[in-house]
């Protein structure tokens, strides 16, 4: 019982000086909102360098996701701020949040939270036409006709989907990712479907409309507003036509609960409201992120009927849980995968032995003068899948800030040879480009002189790059380097000892850093502003 007892005394002890295996991790921040970026479910995920490697799973299958919804509508005030501000000064809204159970509940949001919300979703591109527009609310301008006023109205609809995630009870690894670990082939495993993969995204899609009018009063115009949002919101199907009518057959047929006098009201409010919008240059611009593509989608609109028609299609494009902005995004360790698991067969070990010593620490001999050995107590398989998950991060990340370096090397030489070739000769400006400016690839509204970049991508920098390089994979004296911490490794068993045990790997964990340089990320290509 004694002898018992202290061996789970040291099974624990054991644990609990091991780090914690990495477990899910969710990731919220600006490191998956790039757009360049394709997040999938079940693809490979580096923590480490934040890239993506192979989709490793075939025919994924994903859980039932959830929907959060918001519909608003508000008046956007004149605001001496250059931003887009949105405030609910006549604001009317609905929040309704549906789950996978079919429940729902409903609360008020004001505008402020969905202008942040639109800011933090919309295309960069697209940031600037939105802050026009919000600056054009109370201006003026003078025509032949007088002096006329600009009101605008914001109506947006905001869908987050969540619980999208892999069912992992019937999504499998791939054939050919499950023949790399039958195969053994731990590092080909890890690099091709990295060591974590993507189980569940979260996402969010926008669609924003501005209705805009004309007054000759610096007052907004509040029946006519009401009646905007009465049109948009209200549940008779409405009618642009020019005359009174009772509706058609089959409009009647929709409902019996509709009399004669309701489709008397609803063809003369329509008609009424339609005259007062031409009257006052009513115009709708709309704009739509991380909705998904419908060969029938028709979400151009032009007046009240074809808006109410776009709002429909746009959410039904928008409940696709595989469209929609990344918002979030959970990876999990493939190492806590179940088939991963019995697939690597990591329970199966031969035995090993090992010497056998006496209190001062020298080998004992049996009675004929040879060595003696015990065999050696089994790993545990918590502290194969501990290190089997670190050496892998560690080992796709070297391989990913070497990459990385090179990709940055062979971009600078070509934008170094752009430059010569397009806009200098005999190794100087030529005139015209002596006060030219490159733009930013990522950054639309930025830009640099063209001399600037020049000074970025000079000759000696491009070396340095390729130095870089060489010292990181090879060290200093070309007998070291990240190399040498990947061969030791793999000798000494990928899932037997750390990295951090290894003492080739200490320089390489002190300069693992992420490699980069905005300029060259930036402005590459050179691309001339007009």
Known sequence: MKCLKLYFCLIFALLMGLPVIGGPTIIRDSRITDTALTPVLGRGYSIGTNTFQSTCMDNVVITEPSYDLSYTFNSI????????????????????????????????????????????TSSSQYKNQLNQIYKRAGTSKVTASGTSYSHIIEVNINLITYYASVDEAQTKIGTSAARLLTNRDIPGFFSSCGPYYVRSIGREAVMLSFFEYSSTSTE?????????????????????????????????????????????????????????????????????????????????????????????EAFISMQNPQTGKVVSMEVVPWVENTQFQNLIRLDESEDEYEPVLNAAGEQEMDEDGNPMQRLKPKQLLYEKKMYLNENAEFIIEIDRVDRNIMNMYYKARLCRKNIDMNWKKDGAF???????????????????????????????????????????????????????????????GIFKISYRDIAECQPIIQNMGEIQNDGIEYYCMPELMP
């Not at 001496?80 to 609905?94: Q, V």
Request: glycine share 6%; hydrophobic share 25%; with cysteine.
């Open 220 to 312: 907004r115009d509040m029946a006519f507003e009401n009646s905007i949002e009465n049109q948009i919101k209200g549940f008779r199907a409405s009618s642009g036509q020019s005359t009174y009518n009772r509706g058609s057959t089959s409009e009647k047929a929709e409902s019996s609960t509709r009399t004669d006098f309701d489709y008397q009201y609803a063809a003369k409010s329509s008609y009424e409201f339609n005259q007062k919008a031409s009257e006052k240059n009513l115009t709708i611009t709309t704009f739509a992120f991380g909705i998904g593509k419908r060969e029938d989608a028709k979400i151009i609109s032009y007046d009240i009927d074809s808006f109410k028609a776009a709002i429909q």
């Open 430 to 492: 030529r005139e015209e480009y002596l006060e030219a400016r490159v733009q930013n690839k990522r950054f639309l509204e930025r830009s640099i002189p063209l001399t600037e970049l020049d000074s970025i991508v000079s000759q000696d920098r491009v070396d340095q790059i390729y130095q870089t390089h060489k010292t990181f994979m090879y060290g200093a004296e070309g007998d070291g380097g990240a190399s040498i911490c990947m061969k030791n490794i793999l000798k000494l």
């Open 77 to 120: 005030e004149a605001s001496s701020e250059t931003t887009s501000t949105s405030t609910g000064a006549t604001s009317s809204s609905a929040n309704v949040t549906t789950t996978n159970s079919g429940s729902s509940s409903s609360s008020s949001t004001s505008g402020g939270w969905l202008s942040t919300k639109t800011k933090r």
